[in-house]
């Protein structure tokens, strides 16, 4: 449908762009304002109209008496042969909220997000889904044993360089892991490295360690032979010397948080303790390699119940296979019974995949109960 010159004149452009605008929100339209009207424009929107004078430089028009002067043409075919096609702001807002809504609901369900659940915060942020599955991938790969961050990129993605500092993937990954750890974001190189090496990228073989007790393997692998001249004493095991796997005659391996823990362990049962293994707080790479080279073992683990404590447990669950040991509702609600006064907050509290109970109850006590107070408890699991 043609529109007429006269519609087209210069002094009318401003109504047309203001009833572009307003007809692009996706919402019904009965009436425009137009503002800063010149006097020419003012005239000109005078004789559109039929005023007997001039509107001056701000007007409300009504769109149905604009459009009885249109001489049978719409507003909207008028608007869009002069300006432009007419968008659909509320349309595509929603569009693009049920698309935000999908991916939302897919990094909810994603396998690393459902056993790290601290990881629900990186939702979040704006990224795409591609970005997200990356980020996600590499996650799924840590803690590294050790290895470049050029070489752990390359297994992930294919690049060695997507692990870069300022790429996009770096700066994600980076977050997750700051929100994983509960620790700022990192600010500066070292930051960052300390970060990587905290998650076991480029880590030192011979200084990153992990503590045990009662381990004692079969086989001639040296390491095995080593820790049976010690006969099931408190030992400490490099990164560099868990180079293959270790056969035990037991089939349940203890797991702790806390160092204090399997110091009593040792007093108690003496060169009889059983098979344990200490994380000494959030597992390094040395604790999940030994983790995952006992073949057949049964990993239960125990930690502190507060907001960190989950989040450590949820994390050596996912990486290794451990199953919760004293780690339910009933068990913190006992423990908090028996627990002395001056019991802390537990900090940011994150839900517990193993018991979507144990999150809940912990905020609503808002204490927390250190493994070392439930010890004995657990040295008499041991027995």
Request: charged content about 25%; some cysteine.
């Amino acid at each position: 449908m043609s529109v007429p010159e006269r519609l087209r004149v210069a002094g009318l452009r401003p109504v047309w762009r203001a009833l572009h605008e307003r007809l692009s929100s996706g919402h019904q339209v009965s009436r425009v304002r137009v503002t800063g009207l010149a006097a020419d424009e003012q005239a000109a929107v005078a004789d559109l109209l039929g005023l007997d004078r001039y509107p001056g430089p701000s007007l409300t028009i009504d769109v149905a008496r604009l459009e009885g002067a249109l001489g049978g043409l719409d507003v909207r075919t008028v608007t869009e042969e002069i300006i432009g096609p007419v968008d659909d702001r509320r349309r595509k807002r929603a569009e693009r909220q049920v698309e935000r809504q999908a991916l939302l609901d897919w990094f909810a369900a994603h396998p690393v997000v459902v056993a790290e659940p601290a990881l629900l915060a990186l939702s979040a942020v704006r990224a795409g889904r591609d970005l997200l599955e990356q980020a996600l991938a590499v996650l799924a790969a840590l803690p590294g044993s050790g290895r470049p961050l050029a070489a752990v990129a390359a297994d992930v993605t294919g690049d060695p360089h997507a692990l870069d500092d300022g790429t996009r993937l770096s700066a994600l990954v980076m977050k997750a892991l700051s929100v994983l750890y509960d620790v700022p974001a990192p600010e500066g190189a070292q930051e960052r490295r300390a970060l990587w090496e905290r998650a076991g990228v480029a880590c030192d073989a011979l200084s990153t360690t992990v503590l045990v007790a009662g381990l004692l393997p079969e086989g001639d692998d040296p390491l095995a032979r080593v820790l049976r001249i010690w006969g099931g004493q408190a030992s400490v095991i490099t990164l560099a010397q868990l180079q293959h796997t270790l056969e035990l005659r037991e089939r349940d391996v203890w797991v702790v948080e806390n160092p204090t823990v399997l110091a009593l362990a040792q007093q108690r049962f003496g060169t009889a303790c059983p098979p344990m293994v200490c994380t000494s707080g959030w597992p390094n790479s040395a604790a999940i390699r030994l983790l995952r080279s006992l073949p057949g073992a049964r990993l239960r683990y125990h930690g502190d119940f507060d907001g960190e404590g989950l989040r450590i447990a949820a994390y050596t669950m996912a990486k290794t296979g451990a199953e919760p040991w004293r780690m339910s509702t009933t068990d913190y609600l006992r423990a908090l019974e028996d627990r002395p006064s001056g019991c802390v907050p537990p900090g940011r509290v994150t839900d517990a995949p193993w018991d979507p109970e144990l999150a809940p109850a912990m905020r609503s006590h808002g204490l927390a109960v250190p493994e070392e107070l439930v010890a004995e408890r657990l040295l008499d699991d041991l027995a």
